[in-house]
């Protein structure tokens, strides 16, 4: 049974690969554009947009590492074409794909973890506050 070529550690650090398919260089590059442009779309909603405190963070979070994963990809694939060898080898990209999945990892984590939390002590703050005398306001 043989291994295939995504698996062997050849295919990621060989200092001179061979060229990936035309489809999947497109396909890269119009990832990694998307991933900027949506970025940079999404900041420009968030900070236009009269949202709610949290889901504005929540967007700008998302914004920042959509255009930060952009960018690095956008590098990778300069570095692919120019065939600089050190700079635009592949195992960068399974680099970019940690950095993707620690981006997603926080996000989630702030979504579902930290929202609700924050939500939960400003709701318990409200309830206790509602029985603590206000000043009189003439």
């Avoid at 060989?14 to 035309?22: A, D, G, H, R």
């Avoid at 909603?45 to 967007?59: Q, S, T």
């Avoid at 592949?90 to 999945?101: P, S």
């Amino acid at each position: 049974m043989e291994i295939p070529p995504l698996l062997r550690p050849s295919f990621w650090f060989n200092p001179s690969p061979v060229p990936f398919q035309p489809i999947v260089e497109r396909g890269l590059l119009v990832i990694f554009g998307a991933f900027l442009f949506i970025g940079i779309l999404s900041r420009i909603v968030a900070m236009r947009a009269g949202l709610e405190k949290m889901v504005k963070r929540l967007i700008i979070k998302i914004s920042v590492s959509l255009i930060i994963l952009g960018v690095f990809g956008l590098f990778l694939y300069g570095f692919y074409f120019e065939r600089i060898t050190v700079l635009g080898s592949r195992f960068w990209y399974l680099i970019w794909l940690a950095l993707f999945g620690w981006y997603a990892w926080k996000i989630w984590k702030y979504a579902f973890v930290e929202i609700p939390e924050i939500e939960k002590k400003r709701a318990e703050r409200e309830a206790a506050e509602k029985w603590i005398p206000k000043p009189k306001t003439d």
